[in-house]
């Protein structure tokens, strides 16, 4: 009978733990971005946590040609070749969390450093851009006209 009462409690408090880490977003499972250089597999990671969220913003910044051919879900296009990029990047709301990426890095990092420029603290590029997503078989939507 003693035997039945511990497995009982032991079963309550396992409920409980995995509850706990449900409501909490389990951090451990899914660590919060502390870089602002990122995986493709954090950031894969992140969105699918945070799909939906109106605190994340996905920025691609290719041409519109480009990002109509396929981007990832969700994102928001932001051609980094348009002569007013600064100021729409300035524009954006300082208290939203960004992921950026480009084809590969280079217009990523120096968006990143507009970012910082114009004083939004959570920017990340997604390292390699759109072309390592798909090489990882990453999926991507497309625009639809």
Known sequence: ?????????????????????????????????????????????????????????????????????????????????LTDFPAMIEKLDKGKRYIIYDSADRNSLKTLELMKESKILSGHIILGGIEEWKKQGLPLTKAVN
């Open 1 to 81: 009978m003693h035997n039945s009462v511990q497995i009982k409690a032991f079963s309550f408090y396992l409920i409980l733990v995995i509850l706990a880490y449900t409501v909490s977003g389990c951090d451990y499972l899914f660590p919060p971005l502390k870089s602002d250089k990122i995986s493709v597999s954090e950031a894969d990671r992140y969105i699918s946590k945070h799909k939906g969220s109106p605190e994340l913003v996905i920025i691609d910044l290719r041409p519109k040609t480009e990002f109509d051919k396929g981007h990832i879900e969700g994102a928001i296009n932001l051609d980094y070749t």
